[in-house]
C-alpha cells in the first residue's frame, strides 16, 4: 500500500527538497561504488533514486526519499563512514527505514531502471526479459547522468 504522509510541509519546503535533491545527484553514485559489498539493498536503494526523481511521485514521497538519499550521501554524519564496521550502519539503517516506510510507492518502471542503470554499471548481471517485463508502466525517467571520475577520484 502506497505511504500517506501526514500534512507537514515543513518537511516538505521546496527549498530543503531542492538542496537534499543536489546532494543526491552530486554524491548519489560516488556514495553508491563506495558502499559496494556494504549495501545489501543496492538495488532497492538506486530503485529510491528514481523513484525520488520521478515526478509522478507525491511530493511527501519524494521529500522522505530525497531526505533520506541526501543522508547516505552527505560525508559527515552521526558515525563516519571511515570507522571500520560501524561507519556505514547509520546511512544504511535510515535508508532501509525510509525504504520500508515508502515501499508502496517504488513502482516497477523504477526498478526496471534501477536493474538497467546496475547492469549497465556493472554491478548486476544484466536483467532478463522476465525481469524487465512488468505492468505496463511509462519507464522512469533518466535523472542527471553519474559524474565522470576525474584524476584524483
Known amino acids: 500500500m502506497p505511504y500517506t504522509a501526514p500534512e507537514d510541509l515543513k518537511n516538505q519546503d521546496p527549498r530543503v527538497m531542492q538542496r537534499n535533491a543536489a546532494k543526491v545527484e552530486k554524491g548519489f553514485w560516488v556514495k553508491l561504488r563506495r558502499s559496494l559489498g556494504q549495501l545489501p539493498f543496492l538495488e532497492e536503494a538506486v530503485s529510491a533514486y528514481y523513484c525520488a526523481f520521478d515526478p509522478r511521485t507525491p511530493r511527501p514521497v519524494k521529500a522522505m526519499l530525497l531526505a533520506a538519499l541526501a543522508y547516505f550521501v552527505v560525508p ?62 511509462e519507464p522512469a525517467k533518466e535523472p542527471a547522468k553519474e559524474p565522470q571520475s576525474g584524476a584524483g577520484s
Open 76 to 137: 559527515s554524519d552521526m558515525i563516519p563512514d571511515f570507522i571500520a564496521g560501524l561507519g556505514f550502519t547509520d546511512d544504511a539503517t535510515v535508508l532501509f527505514a525510509t525504504l520500508r516506510i515508502v515501499s508502496g510507492n517504488i513502482k516497477e518502471r523504477h526498478r526496471s531502471a534501477a536493474r538497467r542503470r546496475l547492469s549497465d554499471l556493472g554491478l548486476r548481471q544484466p536483467a532478463t526479459a522476465e525481469q524487465t517485463a512488468g505492468p505496463a508502466e
